[in-house]
RNA sequence: GGGCCUGUAGCUCAGCUUGGAUAGAGUGCUGGACUUCUAAUCCAGUGGUCAAGGGAUCGAAGCCCUUCGGGCCCGCCA
């Protein structure tokens, strides 16, 4: 039983009602109430049908409701007219309340048949492994993370790929600066090899380009050699590049993220996908050779009212969209499966994480889906665009790929002061290149401090062993759901010292609220008894969390339909306010009776176990204590 | 010049897809509640011509049009 059943009885009922008399057939809105006073479910068919039946709202919702008073209910209790014209109806919460609390006790409460076990492939992260990761990344992948559990949840059979671009011109930075540039490839004691990469190699180098043309022209040189993949500097390039992948991971994981497969562009390079894609498109007139004009002897793809993008350049080799096509169609599953695959690791959850390979002696798997989804942040929207374009013409269905694209992370002026940077009061655009960032292990380890010692402070009994871990818990949540709370279209303007901010609408909040409802359970002493009576759930509170409990699989449905994760933020967040009410005002283990302190046991063990799946989905933690 | 996004309380944002009841949170500020199931909490107060103008509608923060402010993108770079 959930609030979804609920609002089909009275979809059903309203509907029965309106055919038998001879209303016209509307689609009407069957909802949660607004206000207390409006009861539970509220329905807007006296506004749809007032014109067509030429009478007031309130008028055919008063005889809609004498019509219903008539009829057999089971969750409803109540239905009336009120003056707006709103028909409402309150829940029969006898029934309602053990019924939701029954429900929620299942494994899978809150799982939702959308998917229906069709393959789903999303890919986010992708960060180019030259740099440790900032949080301008962070919500990249935490986005991308969440919509996939999101998307589980939802049963889709979801694969999770992180996109390696190692033969791009980032990489080459780096390496240009080891074996020309003079630097170590050892990072300093102290500091790992990717914010070595980022925050000095990479940074450097680059402004050595504008005085050093030599320099610039080896460049080029290394970049070509990291595409051929034969030469002693490829080989060097693979190792380093996954020097820093391995790094760029540790930070992932301990953001609670997994992937199962790593895709590295050197191979999708060195695989034939780009002239098989190439060939397609030409056979499909997707792309022709210009013949005159300023992009003469290139192949272009035509775009409404957009400029020409060139695929391939007058000296034969492909752009920086191109190279996405053949990508993207092997994503879709379109074209062969050139790749074999082999473990990369094992992590920390037990899934394995995989990684394409040429070498025809690994393993055949899997890793395309009937649908793919791909976070990146707006500014790549005009390439995605026409990659979307391109791929609906491919599987000649429209939303098989799909862009998840997201506003970008911008640094406070105050913050920006801290990398002594005076922006005259703006917030800035992070560069990796310019050095303009805050990295995630940095942000990570401060917030992991302050909560260290807030855990320490309240918790003076625990070793530090569990501090440390409760106040990593506490540390990810904050930024998980700082990163995910707000829309997507949203630009975040990240500010150091806000993001310590643990109260309130945060991550944190929402962990309190489960650590508290933990408490309740143990001190109890005993286990929920849910043969209880447990209509004795009389109070609002108590009635309001049942409900907030209850709508568990509508929420999921909205995330996964919109591809919009901070649905299951504000659900989280929606729950702990409930919750926290609750507690203030009811109590549990001094209630009047036995009984009624053994119902309340049942309530908050209900809400410990939606909170705790909810939580699940945002990959926050849901700690013990705090 | 073209394209995409955005503008709601001092600040940060929900609500807009699918129009409907008195526009909601957090934070800030003011005041209150810990010998109590953890105060990372709760309660009360404060705070809004929903950027501006027009249109269609019985009805607009929401839909359409125009204008203005802010951000991003538009290379034979990646």
């Not at 707006?84 to 494994?107: D, K, M, Q």
């Not at 092997?330 to 690791?345: M, Q, T, V």
């Not at 962990?511 to 109070?539: C, M, V």
Request: glycine share 6%; hydrophobic share 40%.
């Amino acid at each position: 039983m959930t609030l979804r059943l609920l609002f089909n009885e009275i979809r059903v009922g309203v509907k029965q009602i309106c055919d038998r008399l001879g209303y016209p057939e509307t689609e009407f809105d069957v909802s949660e109430a607004s206000r207390p006073e409006f009861g539970d479910v509220s329905c807007n068919i006296g506004f749809l049908l007032a014109k067509a039946l030429k009478k007031r709202p309130f008028d055919i919702a008063q005889t809609l409701a004498e019509e219903y008073k008539k009829k057999s209910k089971k969750y409803v209790l109540e239905v009336f007219a009120h003056d707006s014209g709103y028909l409402n109806f309150t829940a029969n919460y006898s029934l309602f309340i053990p019924e939701v609390i029954h429900a929620s006790l299942l494994l899978d409460y809150g799982k939702i048949d959308l998917g229906k076990n069709s393959r789903m492939v999303v890919e986010h992260t992708s960060v180019n492994p030259n740099k440790a990761l900032h949080v301008g990344h962070v919500r990249n992948i935490i986005i991308g993370d969440t919509i996939a559990r999101i998307l589980h949840k939802a049963s889709y059979d979801v694969s999770v790929l992180n996109y390696v671009d190692d033969s791009g011109l980032q990489v080459a930075d780096i390496i240009v600066g080891f074996k020309y540039g003079g630097f170590s490839d050892k990072a300093p004691e102290g500091q790992k090899f990717d914010h070595y990469c980022g925050d000095v190699v990479y940074v450097k180098i680059t402004e050595r380009y504008e005085t050093d043309k030599h320099l610039a022209e080896l460049r080029s040189q290394v970049l070509k050699e990291l595409e051929e993949g034969t030469s002693e500097i490829a080989k060097f390039g693979d190792e380093i590049t996954r020097r820093v992948l391995d790094e760029q991971l540790k930070t992932c994981w301990r953001l609670g993220v997994t992937y199962d497969c790593l895709n590295f562009e050197s191979q999708i390079v060195r695989s034939n996908l780009w002239s098989t894609a190439f060939e397609k498109m030409k056979s499909m007139g997707i792309t022709e050779l210009e013949k005159e004009g300023k992009n003469v002897g290139c192949w272009v793809i035509k775009a409404e009212s957009e400029e020409d993008k060139v695929l391939v350049r007058s000296n034969g080799t492909a752009t920086y969209v191109a190279k996405d096509i053949p990508y993207a169609a092997w994503k879709l599953g379109i074209l062969e499966d050139p790749f074999y695959y082999k473990h990369y690791a094992v992590q920390k959850t037990g899934r394995v994480l995989w990684q394409t390979t040429l070498d025809n002696k690994e393993t055949k798997l899997n890793f395309r889906g009937d649908m793919v989804i791909t976070v990146i942040d707006s500014r790549q929207s005009r390439l995605q665009k026409i990659i979307t374009k391109i791929m609906s013409d491919f599987k000649s269905k429209p939303d098989a790929y799909r862009h998840l694209g997201y506003e970008s992370v911008t640094l406070s002026p105050e913050t920006a002061k801290t990398l002594d940077l005076d922006t005259g009061g703006k917030s800035v655009q992070m560069s990796g290149r310019k050095g303009i960032y805050v990295s995630a292990d940095y942000v990570l380890d401060v917030l992991g401090s302050r909560t260290f010692e807030e855990a320490k402070k309240r918790n003076p009994e625990l070793d530090e062993l569990n501090l440390v871990k409760i106040s990593e818990q506490v540390a990810i949540g904050a930024l998980r759901y700082a990163m995910i709370k707000q829309d997507l279209d949203k630009i975040i303007t990240f500010d150091l010292t806000e993001s310590l901010s643990l109260e309130g609408d945060t991550g944190p909040y929402i962990q309190y609220a489960y650590a508290r409802s933990l408490r309740i359970l143990e001190k109890a002493g005993r286990e929920p008894n849910f043969k209880i009576h447990l209509d004795q759930l009389e109070t609002v509170y108590e009635k309001n969390l049942v409900k907030v409990i209850a709508s568990f699989d509508l929420q999921v449905e909205d995330a996964a339909k919109n591809l919009s994760p901070k649905v299951v933020a504000k659900y989280c967040y929606q729950l702990a306010v409930t919750f926290n009410a609750f507690y203030e005002h009811v109590k549990v283990l001094s209630a009047e009776s036995e009984s009624l302190t053994d119902a309340r046991i049942c309530l908050v063990y209900s809400f410990k176990e939606t909170l705790g799946k909810a939580l699940q989905l945002l990959g926050i933690a849901a700690p013990e204590r705090m």
